[in-house]
């Protein structure tokens, strides 16, 4: 038995089409279940509510083996620590009552960095991690940095302005992946049940490139010019409140950018198993370009 937490998430969507391809018995954690998708609802058990809740993770824990744990975006938390740490302790309760054996977690690079500690969201991944290996649970956290899904946050300028914009230089060369490789990643060490112990699992795409490599792909592959426009980190952090952030999270997003223009995206060496297939000029023919044109 698989658990799937954010089964109708970017990439918990794909994870689950990996274990259903798979035959393996799967149940989700899902808010709403009528968007799981048509498919899927006759080959999975559902469990309606959070994954926050200890009454959800306690019946859905219930006899797994392994759990796909990814903790959904919460704009406006009273603070990043609630938002990651505190949303997981109900479901690092249940991980001990049942016994389950194995967790994938959706986190962060940058452990062992000095960035590490004032890096907003990636501070509080690690400190999740910690919490969910102070069980005693195999774990395997997917390390990962920005995705390049992130950018369709900005296709209407991208779209209506040709601009994308971030408070990192523009000429710092970074890794990217996409949401397709990472559900790979996770589902192919959901069905593994060899795996034993703590370990972290670099995501990082094909290769390194700096936005303004990507202002020139998306040039490229949307046969109009795109550019892109840094802006400041207080500018950052004003324009995610004004959406709708709370401070607390628009500080700890902030926090995040600063550290990755600092290098903690770049501390872990590149490797063959560690780097994914989706090439960000692949990823805009078939995610972006769709969605800006």
């Known amino acids: 038995m698989v658990v799937v937490t954010a089964a109708t998430g970017n990439i918990g969507r794909r ?8 035959g393996a018995r799967v149940r989700v954690i899902v808010r709403d279940a009528s968007r799981l998708p048509d498919r899927a609802r006759p080959h999975v058990e559902v469990v309606e509510g959070s994954h926050s809740d ?18 959904p975006p919460d704009p406006r ?7 990651y740490v505190d949303f997981t302790r109900a479901a690092c309760e249940a991980i001990s009552k049942h016994g389950v054996r194995r967790v994938v977690s959706i986190s962060a690079l940058g452990r062992g960095t000095p960035m590490a500690a004032n890096a907003g969201y990636v501070t509080a991944s690690l400190a999740m991690d910690d919490l969910i290996a102070s069980t005693g649970v195999n774990l395997r956290a997917l390390t990962m940095p920005s995705f390049m899904d992130n950018l369709l946050r900005q296709s209407e300028p991208i779209k209506h302005q040709g601009v994308f914009r971030s408070p990192i230089d523009g000429d710092r060369k970074l890794p990217s ?10 589902a192919r060490l959901l069905i593994d049940r060899s795996w034993q112990g703590r370990g972290e699992v670099p995501v990082l795409g ?22 892109f426009e840094q802006v400041s980190l207080e500018a950052y952090r004003a324009g995610a409140i004004q959406r709708g952030m709370s401070e607390a999270m628009a500080q700890a997003m902030t926090d995040m950018a600063r550290a990755k223009n600092e290098g903690l995206d770049n501390a872990v060496k590149r490797t063959p198993e560690n780097s994914t297939p989706t090439t960000f000029r692949q990823w805009c023919t078939e995610e972006l370009k769709p969605a800006v044109t």
């Open 15 to 22: 994870v689950l089409d990996h274990m259903l391809t798979s």
């Open 54 to 71: 200890f009454s959800s993770v306690d019946g859905a824990f219930k006899g797994a083996d392994s759990v796909f744990w990814l903790c």
């Open 77 to 83: 938390a009273q603070s990043v620590m609630a938002a």
């Open 177 to 186: 992946c996409a949401a397709r490789d990472i559900a790979s990643v996770a």
């Open 206 to 227: 094909p290769e390194d490139l700096s936005f303004e490599d990507m202002a020139r792909i998306m040039s490229e592959v949307l046969g109009k010019p795109v550019r």
